[in-house]
């Protein structure tokens, strides 16, 4: 996936969307027995508008063993998929519409990521799309011409008012099986706060044929389609040694946390100034004027046990500045899923935290 580059399709949210989920409040209504806890690169400055995800027990129909095989044409022919196994859970919820079906196959997540795969099919049992269509991905990286007009992913319940926060992520479609008449469809998140337990609510609009443009679209069906269920997945992150002094782009700095799982990293940081008030208030979005970037110029290395290294490039970030100081976050999903016994150590600017498991 080339580190979540060229996005296809940016994700879209709601006001209601903005946030984090407080405390777990949601987990007693679900009576979950498993741990909650709760797409690619879209960088986020200040406050993002946020997704919030809420997960729990799936009311799955498929086998565990499904959840790694809907992901291995995501995460690449070495991806673990007894890992993914796992850390994922199946959800098997489904709607029809305008005679397409999309059902919610499978999510993988960790604290502070998540990724779902729909797969979306013609009732009538005849292709969704021309073998001209299907042949064209190869143009693309495995990526099909099709776009979604508006896809919603939104918290449910009682307690989806009361969350708020930031992050960003993007969405695209493939073929996971050319034998069958399924496509997927595929949602990325990164959140710069802890993603919660509870239900959800997600709507698509307008399906869309892109192959010759955005502009000149052919439309395949209108819909909507709304899909209301309940998600979950095993959390396998772990909490890294910090406090450690650092340096970001000479400025001095205190690493907060790292969390760390097969699927991926946060790290959270204070930077020990602020960004001056007048800069904030430029409203300058090129990337050779903006403010912020200083502030994001950490650079962070994961090494493996094999020698082979990964450095974090593309990350979904945030800062926001107050106080004399600027709290920043950077955070990213991984191309590969790999066990945490293969990680090694990450480097953080210039300090080593092994991890040891």
């Not at 397409?100 to 196959?105: K, R």
């Amino acid at each position: 996936m080339k580190q979540y580059k060229d996005t296809m399709d940016e994700l879209r949210f709601t006001p209601e969307q903005k946030a984090h989920m407080v405390d777990r409040l949601m987990e007693s209504a679900q009576a979950s027995p498993r741990r909650p806890h709760s797409f690619r690169r879209v960088a986020v400055v200040g406050v993002a508008a946020a997704l919030v995800l809420s997960v729990g027990v799936a009311g799955a129909t498929g086998v565990l063993g499904e959840v790694g095989e809907r992901f291995s044409a995501l995460f690449g022919p070495a991806t673990q998929t007894e890992v993914i196994d796992q850390i994922g859970y199946p959800i098997g919820a489904s709607v029809t519409a305008d005679g397409i079906t999309i059902t919610a196959d499978a999510i993988v997540g960790d604290t502070y990521s998540y990724a779902i795969v729909y797969s979306i099919s013609r009732e009538d049992g005849n292709p969704l799309v021309s073998q001209e269509v299907l042949d064209g991905s190869e143009e693309y990286e495995g990526r099909l011409p099709l776009s979604f007009e508006d896809y919603d992913l939104r918290p449910t319940g009682p307690l989806a008012s009361l969350a708020s926060g930031g992050g960003g992520g993007f969405s695209h479609f493939y073929d996971a099986d050319p034998t069958d008449n399924a496509i997927q469809f595929v949602a990325f998140w990164t959140s710069d706060t802890p993603i919660r337990s509870g239900k959800v609510s997600t709507t698509f609009r307008g399906l869309y044929d892109t192959t010759d443009s955005y502009a000149n679209k052919t439309l395949l069906a209108e819909g909507p389609w709304t899909l209301d269920f309940t998600m979950d997945f095993e959390d396998s992150s772990i909490a890294l040694p910090a406090g450690q002094a650092i340096q970001v782009s000479g400025m001095d700095a205190t690493l907060d946390s790292i969390t760390l799982s097969p699927l991926s990293i946060m790290v959270e940081y204070t930077v020990h100034q602020e960004i001056p008030e007048a800069e904030r208030e430029t409203g300058q979005t090129d990337k050779a004027n903006d403010p912020y970037a200083p502030f994001r110029d950490l650079p962070v290395t994961l090494t493996y046990t094999d020698g082979s290294t990964l450095e974090i490039k593309s990350a979904n970030t945030s800062v926001g500045s107050g106080n004399g100081k600027a709290k920043c976050t950077m955070g990213l999903i991984f191309d590969t899923i790999r066990p945490l016994d293969e990680v090694t150590s990450i480097t953080v600017g210039d300090v080593v935290i092994p991890v040891s498991q």
